[in-house]
């Protein structure tokens, strides 16, 4: 019962953190560290980021299909010589702007395990560093002047900028969907098609990370107990996709900087229980 309810609880933190613009690395590191769990497990890791993914596809559906089609469109236009870079749809433009901000992100999978290192070490102090780090940038993102840019609108350098943010949140306690949304909302997106465009590219994001997890996990040979497993990706599938709801209301109603106070108030927490810990060597932990 305790191994379902630490479930329950990381599916819920994974579900909400992975798309509210407060970061779900962090989140879950510091969780696991005051239920002092070791990292957590590989297998439940893979199956709470496949859970959050299915929250993303449910709600952008109807954008997502129409990408997958103009994909394929554009092969067909290319090999006919019939590609038009000027005239393309919101769909096509968006799938290609998608496309090049992953591409930015992929050199960086090489060193994956420099950002994730700074989870092991039993310390706090840097994932409060870097919630510090995506509250400021949600503050200004929050004060930036409302952009009219929509999908059809974005440029390369768009795609670039977004994908630059996206490995800075490579590390924990960066928050990936703030950053990317902040990026966009900088760029001049509309707080929409910033919104979606971050969560669109949290896509192959999060079944990237997911397959290296499982790859990890199928050389441990480490055992499965599905029903955990199951309970987790649904907990991650419903409280994901009520959090992009939640997400699409506050940035579209100028609350962004909610999120903002929030990580700033936990990133001071951390610090200040990460350096008592250090000083007293006692670690803090909730029993379950």
């Known amino acids: ?3 379902i309810l630490s479930v329950i609880i990381q599916g819920i933190i994974q579900g909400l953190t992975e798309f509210l613009p407060v970061s779900s690395s962090g989140h879950l590191s510091v969780a696991q560290h005051f239920m002092n769990v070791e990292d957590g497990s590989m297998t439940l890791s ?7 993914l299915i929250a993303v596809i449910i709600a952008f559906h109807k954008r997502i299909w129409g990408m997958i089609k103009e994909f394929f469109l554009s092969i067909r236009d290319i090999f006919k010589g019939q590609f038009s870079w000027q005239d393309m749809n919101d769909d096509r433009r968006m799938m290609i702007m998608v496309i090049i901000a992953t591409l930015i992100l992929v050199p960086f999978v090489a060193i994956k395990d420099f950002f994730t290192s700074v989870t092991g070490d039993g310390d706090i102090i840097f994932e409060g560093c870097a919630f510090l780090f995506t509250s400021i940038v949600l503050f200004l993102s929050d004060a930036c002047v409302k952009g009219l840019k929509t999908g059809k609108d974005m440029k390369v350098k768009d795609a670039v900028i977004v994908g630059l943010f996206q490995c800075v949140a490579l590390f924990p306690g960066v928050s990936r969907s703030g950053s990317t949304i902040s990026a966009g909302l900088f760029c001049g997106l509309t707080r929409e ?15 990237g990370s997911a397959l290296l997890e499982g790859i990890d996990v199928v050389k441990s040979g480490a055992e499965i107990e599905v029903l955990p497993l199951l309970i987790g990706a649904a907990v ?7 959090a992009i709801k939640l997400v699409q209301i506050i940035i579209n109603n100028d609350k962004f900087k ?22 007293s060597g006692t670690k803090i932990f909730f029993t379950m």
């Open 46 to 52: 893979v199956v709470l980021h496949l859970g959050t």
């Open 236 to 242: 991650a599938a419903v409280v994901g996709l009520l």
């Open 1 to 3: 019962m305790d191994d």
């Open 258 to 279: 909610i999120f903002g106070i929030y990580t700033l108030v936990l990133g001071l927490v951390c610090i200040g229980i990460g350096i008592y810990e250090n000083v």
């Open 193 to 207: 098609t910033a919104a979606a465009f971050s969560f669109i590219l949290g896509i192959p994001a999060i079944l």
